[in-house]
């Protein structure tokens, strides 16, 4: 009973955060509208958490505070990489407007808002999980795989990280994998869950949900940037034409492929902190 009590105060706390900012977003009331980002987005995860947690009983925010915690620390550090990379590396997107406070304020407000990327896709995967949407979805065949076959899929993200640093017009889109071939085989040799796992077992539902995630937190990512006084926008290569808000069409596969690039990431970290244990809840 107190579960359902807290989980019903989180939902119209998330509502209300959705709903107002939302508001402001669409009239640009200022100053607000220039920082809406982590309040619009911690709305959604509390609102779609409520959600997961009244199917299931079971949900990330409810039942594994701990483990949100970790993520929102985990999320600000590789949106902060991507962040890096796209500088120095890709520049595929630059934002437009600016912020009227001081520079450590900014840094704290972008790290507040980079906390929610990794939470948001998990929320959203968590939902799509519990839609029981692909639980039928495999392969009927399964597949073995060795250690010169993982070897070759890091060698594969390793190579193409250094392509996006050389050629970056023509390898920008393998930043949205390249994490993921490095790391989730590694994961997987260390029994960490993996989406190799999955994949040589004939498993789809937790590819296939992840990827589903990916696209619905991409399409409200620049649904609710297209509204904002400070935005991003994007100069992708060859690919800039027929957009969806300020995201090309072809630019929304990288969310496809980004949801599991997080997966690997996280799943990497934890195995990190917590050794050979393996990382809880989002399996």
Request: aromatic share 22%.
């Amino acid at each position: 009973m107190i579960g359902e009590v807290y989980v019903i105060k989180q939902g119209i706390v998330g509502l209300v955060l959705l709903i107002t900012f939302q508001f402001i977003l669409i009239f640009k009331i200022e100053p607000y509208a220039n920082y809406y980002f982590p309040f619009i987005w911690f709305g959604y995860i509390f609102v779609v958490d409520a959600i997961v947690y009244q199917k299931n009983n079971d949900s990330l925010i409810c039942n594994h505070f701990g483990t949100f915690c970790m993520m929102l620390i985990f999320s600000s550090i590789f949106w902060w990489v991507f962040e890096g990379i796209n500088y120095f590396a890709v520049n595929d997107w630059h934002y437009v407007g600016s912020y009227t406070a001081i520079i450590w304020m900014k840094l704290i407000y972008k790290t507040a808002a980079f906390s929610t990327v990794l939470p948001a896709v998990w929320v959203t995967y968590d939902l799509v999980k519990a839609l029981h949407l692909f639980d039928k979805l495999h392969f009927n065949v399964k597949y073995k795989i060795n250690k010169i076959t993982l070897c070759c899929i890091v060698a594969a993200g390793v190579i193409s990280f250094i392509l996006t640093a050389y050629i970056p017009t023509l390898a920008f889109p393998l930043v949205w994998i390249y994490f993921f071939l490095i790391l989730d085989p590694i994961n997987y040799m260390n029994k960490q869950p993996s989406i190799i796992e999955n994949l040589i077992n004939g498993k789809l539902n937790i590819p296939v949900s992840l990827m589903l995630a990916g696209l619905i937190c991409g399409f409200f990512w620049e649904f609710w940037n297209y509204w904002a006084p400070v935005k991003w926008v994007y100069h992708l290569p060859h690919l800039n034409f027929i957009k969806i808000f300020e995201m090309p069409i072809l630019g929304y596969f990288g969310y496809l492929f980004f949801a599991w690039e997080l997966y690997a990431m996280y799943h990497f970290c934890m195995w990190l902190v917590k050794g050979k244990e393996v990382s809880s809840h989002l399996n």
